[in-house]
């Protein structure tokens, strides 16, 4: 699986021109012809804007040759119906024109842009929902937001420069190199395209350098900030071991490459930026004095002189922005790939083609044969078997590693079994679609996790469009309404990050109310009790108690005190059954479960001591 990682990769223009290619149907949908218009229209305007903008310097031109006009030849006042002050106000209309008609393009354009944007977010986003457990357990969740946001912006940066930059460049380039062939000779177009050829050879050149130094001046600022970060968020350790100096030269040796690396790429832009003028500059005298030559010898005027200086100067304004954009294009076709490889990732759990929808009729559990493994070298249950009868409730014991979590995690459809079977009333949780086997089973954590929003938000979460009388009803049931009403805000309390302005029980009787209002006919307790203190726990129990009433209810439980009355108790060991009956059974038995309720007793005691 492949890490996620900040760093400038190097993409090749094959891998460049796949992702390239991986954008288009988002910008030319089928399904959306409207969009295609959009498309096409953009495309004409921006034509049209080009045309206009390299047909502006002919009005510059013909002003010039108004004011001062060859021997023997017929003013363009003449020739277009207008004075030297009239051809000034067309050149300034035509300018205005021009700009108009980019933003028209970008008006028409942008709808179409912001629309394979969200498109692509989307896709992204629900694919991260379909993606499994294991993936996300191996992933950082920051990491997995900035692989969307970067490859977001990526497109929209592609889109914004490759379409209205790139794309407009060019053909502004050949329809200039058209004109100085045909309007002048062609070692007008020889010179302009010997010195953009240079010019891109000298960019392309010396970006691909800046680019490796920028990445160790990025490479540096990241190892100071986290060494900052670290020593702040280990304050106390710092001070117990009077390391603030030791601390302080750990960051400043980081800065001190940093800066190293940040004047290099102070340097090598002024080297960029010198030689890119040199070229330019270089171009722009070559042809200006071929110009004046003409204009000396008499084939030429000074508003075509005038003329070919527009030219260039119109063809240095955009090439300025070149070494950028190259730049910038190379990243984003490396963040656009890291998205594309996380949309490329495969769901590890799909529905069967045609897969029908769980049904519950009693609420049946068996576990037939199960045997199941994270990874090939360790193996986590083998050959299990286990009933829940209908209205049952059984509790999963056992050490830690024994696999208790791991009947939740199958069960819930987390990961498919890879021997035997689960079903739930005869029927095989692989044959049945992943929504409707989530739909009919609740599950209480060890830790309710609650989203940053409001009390009322986290227990409606459980059922979507539940009313808010039905959202006091659960809370009633779960015995967290009465503390709900008593905070100032009530049900519009914020439970801040995770819910951590709540208390380990108040989070955990939410996560009650809120499976309660789903109202499954399947519940499972994973735990949901043993992150809290005895009195807490207590209180708690009768809530989970009257939870299970009329449901089929596996509870995985670590202190034994909790599962006494439950229906049976099965003992998990290195993933296996070893011994199941009810709790009295099991202690006149005098096994492996006899042995975990007396150590957990005498732990106790000496608690109570103590």
């Known amino acids: 699986m492949p890490r996620i990682t900040t760093s400038t990769k190097t993409v090749s223009r094959k891998q460049g021109m796949g992702i390239i290619r991986r954008v288009i149907p988002y910008l030319w949908p089928d399904d959306a012809p409207s969009i295609k218009a959009r498309v096409v229209l953009a495309m004409f305007i921006l034509v ?52 108009g008609f980019n933003q028209l393009r970008d008006v028409v354009f942008a709808k179409v842009g912001q629309r394979a944007l969200r498109k692509l977010a989307l896709e992204t986003f629900e694919h991260m929902h379909a993606l499994s457990l294991r993936y996300h357990i191996s992933r950082k969740t920051g990491g997995l937001s900035r692989i969307i946001e970067r490859g977001v912006k990526g497109v929209e940066f592609l889109l914004r420069f490759m379409l209205f930059s790139i794309g407009p460049l060019v053909l502004e380039l050949l329809m200039i190199g058209a004109i100085l062939y045909y309007v002048f000779n062609v070692w007008y177009l020889a010179v302009v395209v010997v010195t953009i050829g240079l010019y891109i050879w000298f960019t392309f050149a010396v970006t691909e350098w800046r680019v490796k130094i920028r990445k160790e001046m990025n490479d540096q600022d990241t190892a100071a900030n986290q060494k900052a970060i670290d020593s702040l968020l280990n304050y106390e350790t710092v001070k117990y071991f009077s390391a603030e100096k030791r601390e302080a030269e750990r960051y400043d040796v980081s800065m001190r490459k940093y800066a190293e690396a940040s004047l290099k790429t102070s340097y090598s832009l002024a080297f960029l930026n010198f030689g890119q003028s040199v070229m330019i500059t270089a171009g722009l005298v070559i042809m200006m004095i071929m110009a004046a030559i003409g204009v000396q010898n008499g084939v030429m005027t ?41 949309l490329g990732q495969p769901a590890e759990v799909t529905d069967k083609p045609g897969a029908a929808a769980l049904k519950v009729p009693a609420g049946e559990i068996t576990f037939e044969g199960v045997g199941f493994s994270y990874e090939p070298s360790r193996t986590i249950l083998q050959s299990l ?48 679609t992943q929504d409707s086997v989530h739909e009919a089973i609740g599950i209480v954590p060890q830790d309710t996790v609650l989203f940053n929003d409001t009390i009322g938000y986290n227990i409606a979460y459980g059922r979507a469009g539940a009313t808010q009388e039905q959202v006091e009803e659960a809370a009633r049931a779960a015995k967290i309404h009465d503390f709900v009403v008593s905070l100032p805000e009530g049900y519009a309390t914020t439970v801040g990050e995770r819910g951590l302005k709540l208390s380990g029980g108040e989070k955990q009787r939410v996560g009650i109310a809120r499976t309660l209002l789903k109202n499954p006919p399947i519940l499972l307790l994973d735990e949901a009790t043993s992150a809290l203190d005895s009195e807490t726990e207590h209180n708690i129990q009768d809530s989970l108690r009257s939870m299970g009433q009329g449901r089929s209810v596996i509870t995985i439980a670590h202190r034994l005190s909790t599962v006494v009355e439950a229906d049976i108790i099965v003992v998990l060991e290195a993933g296996r059954v070893v011994e199941q009956g009810t709790h009295e059974a099991l202690l006149v038995k005098d096994g492996r479960y006899a042995q975990m309720w007396q150590r957990q007793q005498a732990d106790e005691e000496k608690r109570a001591v103590a």
């Open 385 to 432: 078997d286990l009933r829940v009868g209908p209205g049952q409730m059984v509790a999963v014991v056992g050490p830690s590693g024994s696999g208790k979590s791991t009947i939740g995690r199958l069960l819930f459809r987390f990961y498919d079994v890879q021997h035997g079977a689960i079903k739930i009333d005869g029927q095989d949780l692989r044959d049945v």
């Open 48 to 99: 049209l804007a080009r045309v206009l903008s390299v047909a502006t310097p002919f009005l510059y031109k013909a002003a010039v040759d108004a004011l001062v006009p060859a021997e023997g030849a017929v003013p363009p006042a003449l020739m277009l119906g207008l004075g030297a002050v009239g051809l000034v106000v067309a050149y300034g209309a035509m300018r205005l024109a021009t700009v």
């Open 302 to 342: 000074v508003g075509e002189f005038v003329m070919v200086n527009a030219y260039m100067i119109q063809i240095t304004m955009p090439l300025n922005f070149l070494g950028t954009v190259y730049r910038e294009i190379r990243q984003s076709l490396v963040d656009m790939g890291e998205m594309f490889d996380l």
